[in-house]
């Protein structure tokens, strides 16, 4: 799983769609809970983009 970090400074939409993806696989396809699940982030506009996908998937 590689993520382009070319030209991101404080978000990675690319980063973002992908822990989105994994968080979704980890609820649907491993049973794991949603109590269970942390994602971090130390930049603002990244928790956006992680939010926003997250919102996507779940909705």
Not at 9 to 18: M, V
């Amino acid at each position: 799983m590689g993520v382009n970090h070319q030209g991101c400074s404080q978000e990675a939409e690319g980063e973002a769609r992908l822990l989105a993806d994994i968080a979704a696989r980890l609820l649907h396809d491993y049973g794991v809970g949603a109590e269970q699940i942390a994602i971090l982030s130390p930049h603002r506009a990244q928790n956006n983009a992680i939010v926003g996908c997250l919102a996507h998937h779940f909705g």
